[in-house]
């Protein structure tokens, strides 16, 4: 007690600076985090903790195992997508010209608008009288407009191109970063040796960039998981996801424990690659 006083006297001013940050990671973050571990493993009826029967519940339900299913899926075309798209306009964006400074200018705006906007601005393109019904009903691909959030891969596809707009632009950056960080020597050494721009990509620009796209890659899959607002907006309750199946079984069932034991999966799933995350940057650290 005596050392704490002491601490206390000589560091007053930095503690109770501290202080609103510690209060508000405990209420609103630890606290609430712990409360739905603990409802994940007490028995919805008698109360019985530590018990699994919450897990078996939702493991054995098609509804979790669709959500689960949707959300895998949505994760990896949403990552082929993002990383490729990513990587063609950081190419793009590394040219110099005159409108370089416009043209990251924007594509960085999706960035600042709220996801919720963003996926009201996509049902504008994919509901059934959008603009991409319009589009391939005028060339001659579809003579009936596609219902995009019927469910399905059509669904998913929605969803991941709503999400690749959004997000995409963090991948840029990343992957930007990178390759502004390749000296020029380089390049101009393989210009020297007769290399084609097929060659340069090939076996310069990816290995050099190769710890920037494995950290974007990370980056976005630990955010993939935890897609919430754009399938909400876009899909309903149509196609369920992680996210929405706990916000579900929470709010339209009043499943705490359920969706206490959804959410904590959710939480696993995302805490790997997380620490995959922490993992990565420890090591070049180290390298460096």
Partial sequence: MATLRIIFKHHKLEILMVLPLILFVLG????PVLQCIIFSFQDQIT???PTLGNYREIVGSRKFGEALKNTLLVTLIGLGLEMSVGMMVALLLTTKHKFRG???AITMIPMGVPTVVSGVIMLYIFSTNGYLNEFLYRIGLI????DWANGGFRTLFMVAVADMWKVTPLVIVLLLSGLESIPTTVYEASAIDGASRRQNFFYITLPLIKPFFTIALILRAIDAFRIFELPMVLAGRNTMFLGTYAYSEYFDYNNIHTSGAASTI???VIAIFVFGYIGMVGSREVEQ
């Fill in 28 to 31: 609103f973050t630890l606290v």
């Fill in 47 to 49: 109360g019985e903790f």
């Fill in 102 to 104: 416009i043209f990251r």
């Fill in 143 to 146: 003579q009936l407009p596609i």
């Fill in 266 to 268: 959710l939480m696993v």
